[in-house]
């Protein structure tokens, strides 16, 4: 029954007469020197398993110890209308505040710890707490990072004019792709001269069609961001992968920190692999393609946990 409702989104298009056949090959936007270089290490939160999710020290890491081609990160509105890098609506798993985030002011946000939930090691060492690292506003990201390209996902639609008005500030269309997963605020993004990726709204048609054996729309968008999953289904699937690259949709799929997963879908042609493990990916694009090996972390360590996590 499940098979069959994935079905109807596509079916319900063909009744109606929505679709069109495209038998060419669809034209990227502008923005596609977004996705120069694939496969792409894009670094989840920065790389969430090695720092602070969604601060500058996770992003400054993440591009000069691992190498990341593009920093992904969540914004949420605060009071007064800014588009603050933080993934959840509350404050309280990530920070030392509590509250939602849409009604603290920037001012007040800053304040906060960023890090002070951060754990290597299940609770017993927090070795960020107290050190200084903030909330960062998107703004922040693009000015401290102006060569870095940055996968922006938009958590709630009241950002998106803040969102919007940080990209052009920063002079950054061509190294912006933004996510959004109401299919409202998708709607809306179209006016804006950025690449953006499918929600689940696009996908399931896409999907469908795939399954009965013929694909007849292609969703106007730049790019598929695919979990491996959903709803207990496998979604990342290598005739997906072909059918969307063939049509010249890249794809992403997230969030893969193990290593046989990683090379499952490196083997399979994805686009760029979305991890909280920037350090684990780095190493196995070395290793197959003999892109250079970057950095890693300054010798000795400065934090002891980094040690045992380059050990696994």
């Known amino acids: 029954m499940r098979g069959r409702r994935l079905l109807l989104p596509a079916l319900a298009l063909v009744a109606t007469g929505a679709l069109i056949v495209q038998s060419r090959r669809r034209e990227l936007r502008p923005g596609a020197a977004f996705f120069a270089g694939s496969p792409l290490l894009i670094a989840h939160r920065g ?139 998708r709607a809306r993004l179209k006016d804006y001269p950025v690449p953006f990726s499918a929600g689940k709204q696009d996908l399931l048609p896409f999907i469908a069609q795939l399954r009965l054996g013929f694909i007849l729309y292609v969703p106007p968008v730049d790019a598929f961001q695919i979990p491996d999953r959903w709803e207990g289904r496998e979604v990342a699937t290598p005739a997906l992968i072909r059918a969307a690259r063939h049509r010249n949709i890249p794809v992403h799929v997230w969030t893969v920190d193990d290593l046989e997963a990683m090379t499952r879908y490196l083997d399979w042609g994805v686009d760029g692999i979305v991890t909280d493990r920037p350090d684990r990916l780095a190493r196995l694009l070395h290793e197959r393609t003999g892109r250079p090996l970057p950095p890693g972390p300054p010798s000795p360590l400065p934090e002891a946990f980094l040690e045992r996590l380059l050990l696994t």
């Open 47 to 185: 790389g969430a398993a090695l720092a602070p999710e969604n601060t500058l020290l996770a992003f400054q890491r993440a591009l000069e110890w691992w190498g990341a081609d593009v920093l992904e990160l969540d914004v949420q509105p605060s009071r007064d209308g800014d588009a603050v890098v933080i993934h959840d609506p509350t404050l309280d798993r990530t920070t030392n505040g509590s509250g939602l985030v849409a009604d603290h002011s920037l001012a007040e946000i800053r304040e906060l710890d960023a890090a002070f939930h951060f754990t290597p090691d299940g609770g017993e060492t927090f070795p960020f707490r107290g050190r200084g690292f903030g909330v960062p506003s998107l703004a922040d990201v693009l000015s401290d990072f102006p060569d870095a390209r940055v996968n922006i996902e938009i958590k709630d639609g009241r950002v998106q004019e803040a969102v919007w008005e940080a990209i052009r500030e920063a002079d950054a269309l061509e190294r912006v792709l933004i996510a959004a997963g109401s299919t409202r605020d």
